[in-house]
């Protein structure tokens, strides 16, 4: 079997390294905000671009807790999109307010520009874009829109570790980037964890204090807060795993090569990239009117597919909504397909991918 993400052959590609680091780590006996902590927030933020990091529990919390640093909360609307992880929407209810959802790009699959003003209403307060399978969505004319109309941009990276834009890497632009660190991702930790980045000192020192009770001081809540936080073990894990990421992020994109190459005779719909911005392929995602049967042939041959992502949050029984002029989105998730995407991936596994999807398709034919 192939699968479509494999964390476990990340792990053995460094395993003496993240070995030796757990190992200290157990040793030290301290678990929780630490040297780890500080020395990997300190890293990543550098790595980005930004001042501050601030390392928390999951991709979900990072958006959760910016959008409360930024003091968005009931009756606020922030504007999104539907074609994402649920994540990036439950992120925004937690808050209390609601999320606005707009079409996408046709050939990126992220947040339309052209669509974005006519979604702001008086109780708007932020966008969120979300840079998806590891490709920046458009941001100088989200920025643009947002800075004239007194808009927060909170970006949702956590599909684009690495990515760039015009130059600069994905987070550090807006007001706040949001990352996970969930193991399938291209810097992936060995269980949960995030990361808020900025620049804004302001922000950061918010975002310090709700993540754990509001201390200050600890024991004394200075503001409201909650609990969550990166734990040592999966800093040290991941700050093993930051000296590889652009090398990692390199190796995808041979991996995209050796696809381009295999199926550009194919029916498929393969992968765009974003002009003058570096894509990290966390997913590579291509486009099939033929998917569902597609999925199924894969599957019964050992070759792993998934789909990213089937049902637009918009159509979701938790999160049904009346979303007008969303034409886009829905289309698009009746099309797309991830094929199996990860730095230990070989050519020859690329290789048997490729001539089960032309099997596949000669079969139709015949059909």
Not at 202 to 213: G, H, I, P, S, W
Not at 279 to 307: C, N, P, T, W
Request: net charge negative; proline share 4%.
């Amino acid at each position: 079997m192939i699968p479509v993400a494999n964390p476990k052959t990340q792990y053995l590609a460094h395993k003496e390294e993240i070995d030796d680091v757990i190992r200290r780590v157990v040793e030290s006996g301290w678990y929780v905000l630490g040297h780890e902590v500080e020395a990997f927030e300190k890293a990543f933020a550098e790595y980005i671009g930004v001042s501050f990091g601030i390392g928390v529990g999951s991709g979900t919390e990072a958006i959760h807790l910016s959008l409360a640093a930024c003091g968005i909360g009931r009756g606020d609307e922030v504007i999104t999109v539907s074609h994402t992880a649920v994540a990036t929407v439950a992120a925004i209810e937690l808050t209390g307010a609601k999320a606005v959802l707009v079409d996408i790009e046709p050939d990126f699959f992220t947040l339309d520009p052209d669509k974005l003003e006519a979604a702001i209403t008086p109780r708007t307060k932020a966008v969120l874009p979300v840079h998806l399978y590891g490709q920046a969505a458009d941001l100088d004319p989200i920025l643009e829109i947002a800075r004239s109309n007194y808009l927060r941009v909170i970006e949702d990276c956590a599909q684009a570790h690495g990515a760039m834009y015009k130059g600069g890497r994905v987070g550090s632009y807006g007001d706040i980037g949001c990352f996970s660190f969930y193991p399938t991702k291209n810097l992936g930790a060995l269980g949960d964890g995030g990361m808020v980045v900025t620049s804004d000192a302001e922000l950061a020192e918010k975002a310090r204090l709700l993540r754990q009770y509001g201390w200050a001081r600890r024991y004394v809540s200075s503001s409201a807060g909650w609990n969550t936080r990166l734990d040592e073990v999966q800093a040290a894990v991941l700050s093993v795993k930051l000296r590889y990421l652009d090398e990692d992020n390199a190796k995808r994109v041979r991996l995209r090569d050796v696809y381009r190459q295999g199926l550009s005779e194919s029916g498929l719909i393969l992968p765009q990239k974003r002009e003058n911005c570096v894509h990290v392929y966390h997913l590579y995602v291509v486009r099939s009117r033929e998917r569902d049967g597609l999925l199924a042939f894969m599957q019964e041959k050992g070759v792993g597919a998934a789909i990213h992502y089937p049902v637009p949050i918009h159509l979701q029984p938790a999160y049904d909504q009346c979303s007008d002029g969303l034409a886009v989105t829905e289309s698009i998730a009746g099309k797309v397909l991830s094929l199996p995407m990860y730095p230990e991936l070989t050519e020859s596994e690329i290789g048997l991918v490729i001539e089960t999807i032309k099997e596949f398709e000669e079969k139709a034919v015949k059909i």
